[in-house]
T-cell receptor
Framework: KNEVEQSPQNLTAQEGEFITINCSYSVGISALHWLQQHPGGGIVSLFMLSSGKKKHGRLIATINIQEKHSSLHITASHPRDSAVYICAVVSGNTPLVFGKGTRLSVIA | DGGITQSPKYLFRKEGQNVTLSCEQNLNHDAMYWYRQDPGQGLRLIYYSQIVNDFQKGDIAEGYSVSREKKESFPLTVTSAQKNPTAFYLC???????????FGPGTRLLVL
């Protein structure tokens, strides 16, 4: 079974800072997801990627398949970015395997 | 509006009692999932269903049961056999064969 590790576990940043959250996994995958969970508990999907890089607004996700590693970057961070960010991977027809999440707090 | 609804938002269970968590979706998705989330832990899969009248156990199915009689509904029963049911439960759905999942708002279950 794939092991998914995220770092850091917790992150506090000042508004405007550039933020990086990392995800590594142990077994080859067909796709990787980045999810955002807000304090109320609801989860939204941010990105699904299998290679390269994707950008949506101030969020950028990259993946290096050879190194089994992905990063989520947030540019010009804002307090509304405060949430738990979760990495999840899938291999073939197996269900998603989730990391434990990174709790981000952005202070004004 | 299309989406996934879960009810109730909070649920209290007495010792030895079975409780059922509701999950409904109007997205016309074939696949539905139940996850459990504990503090400091990643989401863990309880059960999933890829088609009506069929479902498979996930990593932590013991003490839980599900049914999938209708495409739009996938209720989860937490039985008295589940000794540590206090957790946050999330339901999700997806188009079969497509990996992006859409999540419901969750139900927080507390044992009295």
């Amino acid at each position: 079974k794939n092991e998914v590790e995220q770092s850091p576990q917790n992150l506090t940043a000042q508004e405007g800072e550039f933020i990086t959250i990392n995800c590594s996994y142990s077994v080859g995958i067909s796709a990787l997801h980045w999810l955002q969970q807000h304090p109320g508990g609801g989860i939204v999907s941010l990105f699904m990627l299998s290679s390269g890089k994707k950008k949506h607004g101030r969020l950028i996700a990259t993946i290096n398949i050879q190194e089994k590693h992905s990063s989520l970057h947030i540019t010009a961070s804002h307090p509304r970015d405060s949430a738990v960010y979760i990495c999840a991977v899938v291999s073939g027809n197996t269900p998603l395997v989730f990391g434990k999440g990174t709790r981000l707090s952005v202070i004004a | 509006d299309g989406g996934i609804t879960q009810s109730p938002k909070y649920l209290f269970r007495k010792e030895g009692q079975n409780v059922t968590l509701s999950c409904e979706q109007n997205l016309n998705h074939d696949a539905m999932y139940w996850y459990r989330q504990d503090p400091g832990q990643g989401l863990r899969l309880i059960y999933y269903s890829q088609i009506v009248n069929d479902f498979q156990k996930g990593d932590i199915a013991e003490g839980y049961s599900v049914s999938r009689e209708k495409k739009e509904s996938f209720p989860l029963t937490v039985t008295s056999a589940q000794k540590n049911p206090t957790a946050f439960y999330l339901c999700a759905s997806s188009i079969r064969g497509v990996e992006t999942q859409y999540f419901g708002p969750g139900t927080r279950l507390l044992v009295l």
